[in-house]
């Protein structure tokens, strides 16, 4: 926890009430302005209390499988030409980083006597991850899941409901991650009193992306020792995919302040930059309002916001937290974007040279440095990759719009339909 | 009459001195914007004053509404799909000038943040506009906006809720101008009904920082709830129930239908 709101002028985190340079704030209904501020209290005062930190770090090490490995992977680095370091997110409880976030949070939501938590969710593991806490809490859980990601995720969606959450799906917009956003807010807007809007990424109106970026930075505490232990010296580059960007943000924050470490965030290109059927946020997007805070989102020029599109549930939205849009403006993190069909041959890759079926979107940052991680990084970089997330949701989307020959299994899963 | 009479915020608070002067409550009528088809809307806009509106809310539709429920987003939708633009919308609302009411805009801050306050500003006076109203705007984070829209002589309505502090509500005293626009209940537009008790105390605590008028908006649907509303506020604002009027079923028959819930709606701020 090395930033707070209360250093101004830090590099990192937040400076005036809730801003990371020109981006953050808090644009929300004033219906949510006590809520923000209770979890704002309770947020400064948790981090004072070594009886919260004790909590949480037994949770992460008892419940959750922390610290997750550093692994070195071979074949990927002899496929890549660049050293790959994959930091195995993947096997923390769940299947995802996402439980780090959202342990803290339930903590948050105790310390606050609420009974009740909402959550949005794109591929379904945020949600997943917080259905787990609710149980493990014992509290009410609603999750917002877009209509059309209902259809794609469809083993988290059962995960959460045998965890005894009620998955709402969304049948407005896009169908899609924003949309579920949008039904979630309605929902804490109406349930303020005894609800807790339980954020998965680092977006948001403030404090959100503060809180969600601490309770993340674990990615990266643990990294930074575990490469210096493992492979000595530092890094040439960290690397991670970036949808809301919780994952990237965990991964980046130790480094931030190491001179000579680059930062490269992966967003979703879908069909293509330029295409119209992207969800590249910071690459295609431009200074906007969404979700409560200001950052960099798809929007048209009348600030209509424009559908995103990934074969990646989890990356398929038009915005980005707002601390990304500040390490893009500043130039000390650098965004680069995956094709939908970079994607999936890092995917596939990654299955086939290292033994580990990796999430889609951590696929894009796979896909990416296979693609150009040697040109744009040099012969031998030295890389830390996080494998953000496992790939089990995955596998019916990558058989249907990947096309993948699998054989018997693919006969078979005919046959039983 | 002069021009500050009929734009900003004095037409504005002359709306409301006219309807205290009748011994009642202002009615506050929202429309989206060309919603179901230009025309209509058109037609729509001219039923709600002809039936006694003293004050219009036009909406300029955002893809994001989170302020709002299903009816106003499906509004909202129905024109985005249309492929009308928001300077189509204040085409639109320039077309309006005929009308003896003062019309404001009710849009989401990335509307306004998207275009740039400056140009929003000047775009929403120059459309003959008296006010802008923006829900997921903050008092905190107003001052840029207000700042522009002080300077083009717009009235600027934020609103409070039952949890805003004290503090919170002095703050939003502060900026705004027209009138302080109270929510009836936590939650969306057009869901559920008025919380009563609770928005009364609502008004109460607001009228310790401002002498400018209160109006309540939210969960007020017809004659009895704005009857209810009407007896401890100054203003009555109904939207989602007239754009169930206004878009369900025959377009033609539309601004008939606009008329009589408006006429009703009428009924009930006077029935205090």
Redesign the interface.
């Known amino acids: 926890m090395s930033v707070t709101d209360d250093q101004p002028g830090a590099t990192t985190g937040p400076t005036r009430e809730g801003y990371f340079g020109d981006f953050g704030g808090s644009f929300v209904p004033e219906a949510l302005s006590g809520a923000l501020a209770q979890l704002a209290e309770a947020w400064r005062t948790a981090q004072k209390d070594a009886a919260f930190t004790e909590q949480l770090d037994r949770l992460r090490r008892d419940y959750g499988g922390r610290p997750t490995p550093l692994y070195r992977a071979e074949r990927l680095s002899e496929a890549a030409g660049v050293e790959v370091w994959i930091k195995r997110e993947d096997l923390a409880h769940t299947g995802s980083h996402k439980l780090n976030n959202v342990v803290g949070q339930a903590l948050l939501t105790a310390r606050m006597g609420k009974p009740r938590v909402i959550a949005e969710t794109g591929a379904g593991q945020h949600g997943v991850a917080t259905a787990t806490a609710a149980a493990l809490f014992g509290l009410r859980c609603r999750v917002y899941m877009g209509a059309e990601d209902v259809r794609r995720q469809r083993l988290n969606v059962v995960r959460m409901q045998l965890l005894g959450t009620e998955v709402v799906p969304v049948d407005s917009g896009t169908r899609t991650l924003k949309d579920a956003i949008n039904e979630a807010l309605r929902d804490w807007v109406t349930n303020v009193d005894d609800t807790h809007y339980l954020i998965g990424s680092t977006m948001g109106p403030h404090p959100f992306p503060t809180i969600v970026r601490e309770l993340q930075s674990v990615i990266s505490v643990e990294s930074t020792q575990q490469f210096d232990f493992q492979a000595g010296g530092l890094p040439d580059a960290v690397i991670a995919c970036v949808g809301g960007g919780s994952n990237a943000i965990g991964s980046f924050a130790e480094w931030i302040d190491v001179d000579g470490v680059r930062l490269i965030g992966v967003e979703a290109a879908g069909e293509g930059v330029g295409t119209g059927r992207s969800a590249a946020t910071i690459t295609e997007g431009r200074e906007a309002v969404l979700h409560g805070s200001r950052s960099i989102v798809l929007v048209d020029d009348d600030g209509q916001v424009q559908p995103a599109h990934s074969v990646s549930a989890g990356l398929d939205y038009p915005g980005v937290g707002p601390e990304h849009a500040a390490l893009a403006r500043s130039g000390r993190a650098t965004y680069v974007a995956a094709t939908d069909a970079e994607a999936l041959e890092g995917f596939r890759r990654t299955c086939e040279l290292e033994g580990i079926i990796p999430a889609l979107e951590p696929a894009h940052a796979v896909g990416w440095l296979l693609a150009h991680g040697r040109a744009a990084l040099g012969d031998g970089a030295r890389v830390v990759l996080t494998m953000s997330g496992r790939g089990d949701k995955d596998v019916d989307e990558v058989l249907e719009v990947g096309g993948f020959d699998v054989g018997v299994a693919k006969a078979f899963g005919e046959d039983a339909r | 009459m002069t021009a500050a009479d009929v734009q900003g915020p004095a037409a504005i608070q002359a709306a409301f001195d006219r309807a205290a002067a009748q011994d009642r409550a202002a009615l506050v009528i929202y429309l989206t914007a060309t919603y179901p088809d230009p025309a209509t809307s058109h037609a729509c806009m001219e039923a709600a004053v002809d039936a006694g509106a003293d004050i219009l809310e036009v909406g300029i539709p ?6 709002d ?2 009816t106003i ?1 499906a509004a909202n ?1 129905h024109v ?1 799909d249309a492929g009308r ?2 300077s189509d919308q204040l085409g639109f609302v320039a077309d309006l000038r005929h009308l003896d009411v003062p019309t404001l805009a009710m849009t ?8 740039g306050y400056a140009r929003f500003a000047d775009e929403c006076a120059d459309a003959g506009l008296s006010g802008v109203i923006l ?7 107003a001052g840029p906006w207000v700042a522009e829209a002080r300077r083009r002589g717009l009235a600027t309505v ?4 039952s ?3 004290d503090e ?1 509500l002095a703050a ?1 005293a502060q900026v705004s101008t027209g009138w302080v626009y109270a ?1 009836g209940l ?3 537009t057009g ?2 009904s008025v919380a009563g008790e609770v928005t009364a105390e609502l008004v109460t605590r607001i009228r310790a920082h401002t002498d400018l008028p209160i109006a309540v908006g939210i969960g007020v649907k017809d004659r009895d709830s704005a009857a209810e509303v009407a007896r401890f506020a100054d203003g009555v604002i109904v939207g989602s129930a007239v754009i169930r009027a206004a878009g369900d079923g025959d377009p033609d028959g539309a601004p008939d239908r606009v008329h009589a819930l408006v006429g009703e709606l009428r009924a009930g701020v006077a029935g205090r």
């Open positions: 955002f893809s994001d509404p989170m302020m429920g299903p987003q939708q985005l633009t928001v989401y801050v990335t509307i306004a943040d998207t275009r829900p997921d705007l903050p008092a905190p984070e934020f609103l409070a809720s949890v805003s502090t919170r939003i929510a936590l939650g969306v869901v559920q």
